[in-house]
């Protein structure tokens, strides 16, 4: 199966309010990255965590190595925040981030 | 921030012809990467490589080649394209201890 599992798939927002994606792993990972598609289709790295957490902006990621799980806590949802955003992630040894299968978020008026 | 740059940006290839991606990048990564993107499949790893002259197989490689001539220049060749290859395209570079990768603008190819 696979070793990333991300979710929502799907997700609606009206402006000004927030949510959370997560990602759940099947092995222990070492690190994790979290993407934004832009609508021009270009790749955005908006984090890189080997633990802990991080904040940028309106955007918070986490990363918990133990328990298998990462987050991207979005609050404040922009227009410009829509797109499809994906979590990678990988096991160490052989760097072969895998990604999840992504969430598209709609941030509407 | 990293630079890699994709070519062509689109194509349109006849089934069983040869097909050559290119990508480079100007940021000194060892590992680059090759993944396609298709709806409900999120990114899967093609090729990817540790240096000039490596490649390595990622989970989707059939079909698929690899070439890795210097540090900057990573090449995805489809031999005989088929219509089940078309797809979007995206090159990485980083990836290693500490390193996030960066993506080209991707690479939108059309197999007929």
């Known amino acids: 199966g696979d070793q990333v599992e991300q979710s929502p798939s799907a997700l609606s927002l009206h402006e000004g309010t927030g949510s959370a994606l997560r990602c759940n792993f099947t092995t222990t990972m070492r690190a994790v990255q979290w993407f934004r598609k832009n609508s021009r289709g270009s790749l955005i790295n908006l984090f890189y965590?080997?633990?802990g957490t991080k904040e940028n902006g309106r955007l918070k990621s986490a990363f918990d190595s133990k328990e298998r799980y990462s987050t991207l806590h979005i609050r404040d949802a922009q227009l410009e925040d829509s797109g499809t955003y994906f979590c990678?992630?990988?096991?160490?040894?052989?760097?072969?981030?895998?990604f999840g299968k992504g969430t598209s978020l709609v941030v509407h008026p | 921030e990293a630079a890699v740059t994709q070519s062509p940006r689109n194509k349109v290839a006849v089934t069983g012809g040869k097909v050559t991606l290119s990508c480079n990048q100007t940021n000194n990564h060892n590992n680059m990467y090759w993944y396609r993107q298709d709806t409900g499949h999120g990114l899967r790893l093609i090729h990817y490589?540790?240096?000039?002259?490596?490649?390595e197989k990622g989970d989707i490689p059939d079909g698929y080649k690899a070439s890795r001539p210097s540090q900057e220049n990573f090449s995805l060749i489809l031999e005989l394209a088929t219509p089940s290859q078309t797809s979007v395209y995206f090159c990485?570079?980083?990836?290693?201890?500490?390193?996030?990768?960066?993506f080209g603008h991707g690479t939108k190819l059309s197999v007929l």
């Open positions: 990485a570079s980083g990836g290693g201890t500490g390193e996030r990768l960066f």
């Open positions: 990678a992630a990988d096991s160490g040894g052989n760097y072969k981030p895998t």
């Open positions: 965590l080997a633990s």
């Open positions: 490589s540790y240096g000039a002259g490596s490649t």
